[in-house]
T-cell receptor, first 110, second 114 residues
Framework: SQQGEEDPQALSIQEGENATMNCSYKTSINNLQWYRQNSGRGLVHLILIRSNEREKHSGRLRVTLDTSKKSSSLLITASRAADTASYFC??????????FGAGTTVTVRA | DADVTQTPRNRITKTGKRIMLECSQTKGHDRMYWYRQDPGLGLRLIYY???????NKGEISDGYSVSRQAQAKFSLSLESAIPNQTALYFC?????????????FGPGTRLTVL
């Protein structure tokens, strides 16, 4: 069964706007990771946040983690057309296996 | 990621046929994984291997088998393909030396079973 669930399933925004997506999970984790997938291609790792961290930044990405609520959010600021992709959260429960959610599809309109 | 390659990239086969999907990596990672992706379901783990002598079932291993021929090679077989195995298949690797490893994915194999 899948550990994570992303919300919303799909998101359409104007270029320059921010995009926020959320991930909820069910069991305790060691870390949570976000991946991007361009249409039909392999996933690319974006950012990892450890269970003892609350917020992390990487370029235009900001990830938060609330272990008490078992949830995480990914914020992409100042979106670009190239950010159009599907975004997946993946949880690692200390066994080096990742459990992926179903993903959020983001469309950035020019 | 060009360091993880999958062959073939696309395959159309018929019900009942045996098919093998191959994965090779030049990253020197011990850990390798096979996933399938279906629309709306994200990625699901089929099998994983933490070294050449270690093979483990994932959440959806029924109907699949794997072979870890070498550190760099991990193959997925469908002994008798069926239409509901139509999906996008991904191989991934991760570094055993990292405390918090991320995974590196191949480009995927699109498999259609008629």
């Amino acid at each position: 069964s899948q550990q994570g669930e992303e919300d919303p399933q799909a998101l359409s925004i104007q270029e320059g706007e921010n995009a926020t997506m959320n991930c909820s999970y069910k069991t305790s984790i060691n870390n949570l990771q976000w991946y991007r997938q361009n249409s039909g291609r392999g996933l690319v790792h974006l950012i990892l946040i450890r269970s003892n961290e609350r917020e992390k930044h990487s370029g235009r990405l900001r990830v938060t983690l609330d272990t008490s609520k078992k949830s995480s959010s990914l914020l992409i600021t100042a979106s670009r057309a190239a950010d159009t992709a599907s975004y997946f959260c993946a949880t690692d429960a200390s066994d080096y296996k990742l459990s992926f959610g179903a993903g959020t599809t983001v469309t950035v309109r020019a | 990621d060009a360091d993880v390659t999958q062959t073939p990239r696309n395959r159309i086969t018929k019900t009942g046929k045996r098919i093998m999907l191959e994965c090779s990596q030049t990253k020197g990672h011990d850990r390798m994984y096979w996933y399938r992706q279906d629309p709306g379901l994200g990625l699901r783990l089929i099998y994983y291997s933490f070294d050449v002598k270690d093979i483990n079932k994932g959440e959806i291993s029924d109907g699949y088998s794997v072979s870890r021929q070498a550190q760099a090679k991990f193959s997925l077989s469908l002994e008798s393909a069926i239409p509901n195995q139509t999906a996008l298949y991904f191989c991934a690797t991760s570094d055993q030396g990292q405390v918090y490893p991320r995974q590196f994915f191949g480009p995927g194999t699109r498999l259609t079973v008629l």
